[in-house]
C-alpha cells in the first residue's frame, strides 16, 4: 500500500478510471483520494464508483493531497494554472495527465521548483489492463520515478518515454481505445449483415480481439507473421485481407493517427 494521500483536479472519465484502479488494487484506501470538480454529477459519480472523497475546490486538493494529479480537458488548463500559481509546494508531486501539454508549459505555471511528471494513461485502466506512458520534469528525482510507477502499474502496463514523443504516445494509445473500440463495432455490424445474431456477433469479436492481442504479447513475435499462419493461400482470411487492402485499411489508420498527432500539436500550442 501506498502510504501517499492522492488528489485528482478533474473528476473526469480518466480521473475515475484512475482512482477506481487504485482503489480495487489497494494502493490507496477511498478516504485517501480526494478528487474536485467544477461539476456536480461528475463529483457525485466519482464518489459513487470509487467511495473516494470529492470537492468543488481545487485548492483543497493542492493543500491536503501529497501527490496532485491533473485530470483536466486541455481547454481549461490556463485557467487551472491560474487558480495554482504559486500554490503548489515543491513537496508535492505532480503528475500531469492533460494531454498536449508539455512539461515547460507545466513547469513555468506551476514553478520552477516544482516536481513534474507529464503521462498519458488510457481508459482501459478502468479495468487494469490500461497503458500509461510517462516522461519525467527536471527536478524529479529516482524516488518519484518510483512512487509513479506503483500509482500507475496499479492500473496496468507503464513505460517510460522521451517527451518529444508523447503526442504520437496520445495518438496511439490514448486515442487508440476509440479506434479500436470502432473497429470492434465494425466486426460486429459485418457479422450482422451475414446472419449472426448481434449478442453472438459481439462475442465473438470480442473474444477474437482479446485473443489475438494475447497473442502478440505472449508470443512477442510481428504482428505480420501472426497473421501470416492465419492466412491460407487461396483462403478465406486473403480474400478479406486483400478487400482491407483495397479499401485502404492501412492508409486510414494512417491518416487516423496523423490527426489525432496533429491535434495534440495543436492543443500543446494552445496551451502555452
Known sequence: MLNKRIGMIG???MA???????????????EYILASDPLENARQ???????????DNNLEVVRTQDIIILAIKPQVIS???????????PEKLVISIVAGVTLETLQRALGENARIIRAMPNTPALVGSGITAYA???NIQPADVQTVEAILS???????????????VTAVSGSGPAF?????????DAGVRHGLPRELARQLVVHTVRGASEMVIQSGEHPALLRDRVTSPGGTTIAGLAALETNGFRGAVFAAIEAAVQRAEELSRGSR
Open 154 to 168: 496499479a492500473v496496468g502496463v507503464t513505460v517510460q518515454v522521451e517527451e518529444r514523443l508523447m503526442n504520437a
Open 16 to 30: 475515475l478510471a484512475l482512482a477506481a484502479g487504485f482503489v480495487r488494487k489497494g494502493l490507496v484506501p477511498p
Open 180 to 188: 479500436v473500440y470502432l473497429f470492434i463495432e465494425a466486426l460486429v
Open 45 to 55: 459519480r466519482f464518489q459513487e464508483v470509487t467511495g473516494a472523497r470529492v470537492t
Open 79 to 89: 485557467k487551472v494554472f491560474e487558480e495554482l500559481q504559486g500554490r503548489i509546494s
Open 136 to 138: 519525467v520534469g527536471k
Open 11 to 13: 473528476a473526469g472519465q
